[in-house]
């Protein structure tokens, strides 16, 4: 029987303090996303509580692909919804793209510190092997 892997126990709770960054920065990014999408659907759009289900998901998804093409800048956004909510996006796109650069920053760091376990070294020799991969 192989020895126990041992790992610094500040170690694992800096890496799950990144990963809660990384999920608290895309919360607040998916949060300001929603409340366009929410604006643009109730607002902007012939969507209706008590329509049929199909209408309802169309009018959604014409709010969902118009404010992801105007955070994104790519695709064709209905132009009719484009034209009232560019300027929303636009004040909410440097807080919405702070979010997004640091779920990725702290994500990669909490990455980083994963792959220097020696559990992580491991695994990626168990998968190079023919019996894991």
């Known amino acids: 029987m192989s020895a126990p892997i041992l790992v610094d126990q500040e170690t694992i709770s800096t890496i799950r303090l ?3 960054q990384a999920k608290a920065a895309e919360l607040m990014r998916m949060r300001m996303e929603q409340g366009l999408v929410s604006y643009a659907r109730v607002y902007l ?3 209706n509580p008590t329509a049929d289900i199909k209408t309802r998901k169309a ?3 014409k709010a969902l692909k118009t404010i992801k093409c105007l955070i994104t800048g790519k695709g064709e956004p209905d132009e009719a919804i ?3 909510m560019r300027s929303f996006v ?3 796109l440097p807080a919405w793209s702070a979010a997004d650069s640091r779920r990725k ?4 760091q909490a990455e980083l510190l994963v792959e ?4 992580w070294q491991l695994f990626q020799t168990f998968r190079a ?3 894991g991969g």
Request: a positive charge; glycine letters at 0%.
């Open 18 to 20: 990144y990963y809660r």
């Open 45 to 47: 759009t012939n969507w």
């Open 59 to 61: 009018e959604s998804l």
């Open 82 to 84: 484009a034209d009232i």
């Open 90 to 92: 636009s004040d909410l």
């Open 105 to 108: 920053r702290a994500r990669r």
């Open 116 to 119: 220097a376990l020696p559990a």
């Open 129 to 131: 092997s023919p019996v």
